[in-house]
């Protein structure tokens, strides 16, 4: 977990105070770690603490904290971006499990990728660094009522 001291460090070098706002908006990352916010869940957690406050200065705020490498912003091809606070500290980025029915994102730790890796290195002599991966399904709970659905 990235320490709030080093962000907010991170903001002095390059010219930025931690404002109330900028401050609540990092506060909703670090308390929803692992939940992948759009700007709109951020702007909807935002309002209830800073009612006068609008969307753009959820999108302006989200932004420069992608650019200051606090945030990973992530796209899965749905037309809504996600974030997610970077740990520096987290060995190996984890994979996404995105379900195609209810958009709901999980996180999936294990990396399970190192045999592929080594048989694509040897099939094509390329030689990886990393990987991002993201799956696509039906999560559980879209599983459960598609077959309460059919009856
Ligand atoms: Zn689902
Ligand atoms: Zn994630
Ligand atoms: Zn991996």
Redesign the pocket.
């Known amino acids: 977990m990235p320490l709030l001291k080093d962000i907010y460090e991170k903001l002095l070098e390059r010219g930025h105070k931690l404002t109330p706002q900028r401050w609540a908006i990092l506060n909703i990352f670090l308390q929803n770690k692992g939940r992948?916010l759009s700007a709109d869940e951020v702007y909807t957690h935002l309002k209830a603490l800073y009612p006068n406050n609008g969307i753009a200065t959820v999108y302006r705020t989200i932004d420069l904290l992608v650019d200051l490498g606090v945030l990973k912003k992530l796209e899965f091809g749905d037309g809504r971006a996600r974030f997610?606070i970077y740990d520096p500290d987290e060995p190996h980025h984890?994979h996404?499990l995105i379900c195609t029915r209810c958009g709901s994102v999980t996180?999936f730790q294990d990396d399970l990728m190192e045999s592929l890796e080594v048989a694509i290195q040897k099939k094509t002599g390329f030689q990886i660094q990393d990987h991002i991966v993201t799956f696509y399904g039906l999560c559980r709970s879209c599983q459960a009522e598609l077959h309460q659905a059919r009856g």
Request: proline share 0%.
């Open positions: 992948h997610e984890h996404h996180e």
